[in-house]
């Protein structure tokens, strides 16, 4: 029974350790600098597959919200933002480390053909 439990126990640590979860303070602005709008990611990584969601809350005062899918690959973000509520479709953000920042990233996300600065980071 002892067996049983210890097995148990170290299946669940190492089920665990392969994925990871955190929150991001996020920033969307366009190309020319001006916050759209500002929120949180929950994003969640497991071996190089990421997925999240996102509460925003756009600079009307609005709620946006859509959800993550991609990749992280030699530090690099690749995420579709899917099904976001302010109806841009075909987002793909690919987010960079930013220099001298631990755990932030900036980059793109084109959106049919529009661009978006998008700037996050770990809490």
């Not at 600098?33 to 929950?42: L, M, N, V, Y």
Request: hydrophobic share 40%; aromatic share 6%; glycine share 12%.
């Amino acid at each position: 029974m002892i067996k049983l439990a210890l097995t148990t126990a170290l299946a669940a640590a190492a089920f665990s350790a392969s994925a990871y979860a955190a929150q991001w303070n996020v920033t969307e602005a366009n190309k020319a600098g001006i916050k759209r709008a500002q929120g949180t990611w929950t994003v969640a990584t497991e071996g190089d597959k990421v997925t999240g969601k996102s509460e925003m809350q756009l600079d009307n005062g609005s709620v946006l919200t859509y959800k993550l899918e991609g990749e992280l690959t030699g530090g690099v973000y690749t995420l579709k933002l899917l099904d976001r509520t302010d109806s841009k479709k075909n987002c793909v953000w690919t987010g960079k480390p930013v220099e001298g920042a631990h755990n932030v990233y900036m980059g793109e996300a084109v959106c049919d053909g529009e661009k978006i600065v998008i700037r996050g980071g770990q809490n």
